[in-house]
């Protein structure tokens, strides 16, 4: 029986994908065992130091919340490791004992969701929108002056962004009144006295709490994404079947989103897809400055506390994500372009 194309490469792809976790997931689980004073090790010397534990007292301790029992061989904890990993099990917080770590991942988890891939969706739509009109009208006056401030905006890092928003909303007093935020009344990810669930009243008070972070998100990429875009749209519009439809006499805003648009995404593509994995790991500093309780800042006080679990949680999570992302790029990739397909085949 023969297998089709479009079967042996996602077949293919989905192979690379769980190997390249297994190699990341095997290198973390050596990484924290044989490095000289590892987290283990150093967690047993605190318990017996500080609180005067027995060398059995302190490692059993130690088992415990590493999720680990250090009395096997290196191989067993392996394989025990895998299966944690399999079952996301990654044990319990040093910084709230008792706590597994993926109740906290998955708890703050959704709000860096939520405030990232909002901004990023909302950047790229009107980015890849903005970026099509500019280079089907180039002669326009305003070509240079959008270009231009999509090039400044994105040169400037995303925290500068967030220093300015928050300045621009929550303290200038505009027209001698007051902010046009609270600040002082945005953090977190509600307000106490909102009672979550899927109501108006609460998905209002998220939106007005995460509307800074989404914004942040949105100015510090939408540029990129008009300059992709116009780049990609430009030489596209040089090719051949573009210049027949233009013959042809079919009017420009049926060239642009029929003959142009599908071909320009392919080179953005897999940007797109790429920074869907970098999510978790690209809110760390914008949490942090807007007080947003969401996997960024988790990561940053388990960082500075050393919650070596929960670190090696968030870790393991970004790391999945991000070849996750590579494997839908290349997917997303094939179904625009049928090409890559037919060359898997051969």
Avoid: C
């Avoid at 008792?98 to 703050?108: K, N, Q, S």
């Amino acid at each position: 029986m023969k297998i089709n194309n479009t079967v042996l490469f996602i077949i293919k792809r989905l192979l690379k994908m769980l190997f390249t976790i297994w190699v990341v997931t095997t290198i973390i689980f050596f990484l924290i065992r044989l490095m000289p004073s590892n987290p283990v090790d150093r967690y047993v010397e605190e318990q017996m130091v500080q609180y005067g534990l027995s060398a059995e007292e302190a490692r059993a301790k130690a088992s415990f919340l590493f999720s680990m029992d250090l009395d096997k061989s290196m191989l067993e904890q392996y394989i025990t490791y895998l299966g944690q990993v399999i079952r996301l099990d990654f044990g319990d917080s040093l910084l709230s004992p008792g706590v597994p770590v993926m109740a906290i991942i998955a708890e703050r988890l959704p709000w860096t969701l939520f405030t990232v891939g909002f901004g990023l969706l909302l950047s790229f739509i009107i980015g890849i929108s903005a970026g099509a009109i500019l280079a089907y009208r180039r002669d326009k006056w305003y070509e240079p002056v959008v270009s231009g401030i999509a090039s400044f905006l994105s040169s400037i890092p995303d925290f500068l962004i967030a220093i300015f928003l928050l300045i621009l909303f929550g303290v200038v007093a505009w027209g001698g009144g007051n902010p046009i935020l609270p600040i002082e009344l945005l953090r977190g990810n509600y307000s106490m006295d909102v009672t979550p669930g899927f109501n108006f009243a609460f998905i209002k008070d998220a939106i007005m709490h995460g509307f800074l972070p989404i914004m942040t998100y949105t100015v510090s990429q939408v540029g990129i994404w008009v300059l992709l875009m116009k780049g990609s749209t430009i030489s596209t519009l040089s090719a051949d079947y573009v210049t027949l439809a233009k013959v042809r006499g079919i009017k420009p805003r049926r060239i642009l989103s029929a003959y142009v648009g599908r071909n320009a995404l392919l080179p953005i593509s897999t940007e797109f897809a790429m920074r869907l994995g970098f999510i978790i790991g690209g809110s760390l500093i914008i949490e942090q400055l807007f007080v947003y309780q969401g996997i960024g800042l988790e990561l940053l006080k388990a960082t500075s506390g050393q919650d070596y679990p929960l670190m090696q949680g968030i870790f393991l999570i970004m790391t999945i994500a991000i070849v996750i992302s590579s494997f839908l790029a290349e997917i997303f990739y094939a179904v625009l372009d049928p090409r890559i397909k037919a060359k898997e085949g051969n």
